[in-house]
């Protein structure tokens, strides 16, 4: 069974730093892309940062410069580091993954984490 299982949330003042895990597990061939995305509060859940198989990576413009998403294909884990933190990035954190789970596929199937709650205080 594939899952991605997310660690590293917290709370925090403002301007700490707090660094976020993502790990997929099970059976997969092949990884597209990983990303963060954030939920907070009675808000709708949008995009942070992501990272292609080949270290292509992107990032919400409030997080740059702040945040830097990296990964380790061969562990099939993706990292959030979190600096300069600020009320506004209290948020419930998604972990999201194109994974390949059959090896002679050419599809990519959309996985997410359970979440993880980054609570940052003024």
């Known amino acids: 069974q594939v899952q991605l299982v997310e660690s590293g949330g917290g709370l925090v003042e403002a301007g700490g730093s707090l660094r976020l895990s993502c790990a997929a597990s099970?059976?997969?061939?092949?990884?597209?892309?990983m990303a963060w995305y954030r939920q907070p509060s009675g808000k709708p859940r949008e995009l942070v940062a992501s990272?292609?198989?080949?270290?292509?990576?992107s990032y919400a413009d409030d997080v740059k410069g702040r945040f830097t998403i990296s990964g380790d294909n061969a562990k099939k884990t993706t990292y959030l580091e979190m600096n300069s933190l600020k009320p506004e990035d209290t948020a419930a954190y998604y972990c999201?993954?194109?994974?390949?789970?059959?090896?002679?596929?050419?599809?990519?199937?959309?996985?997410w984490g359970q979440g993880t709650q980054v609570t940052v205080s003024s």
């Open positions: 099970g059976s997969i061939y092949d990884i597209r892309n």
């Open positions: 999201y993954a194109a994974l390949k789970i059959q090896f002679n596929s050419a599809y990519y199937v959309q996985y």
């Open positions: 990272i292609s198989s080949g270290g292509t990576t």
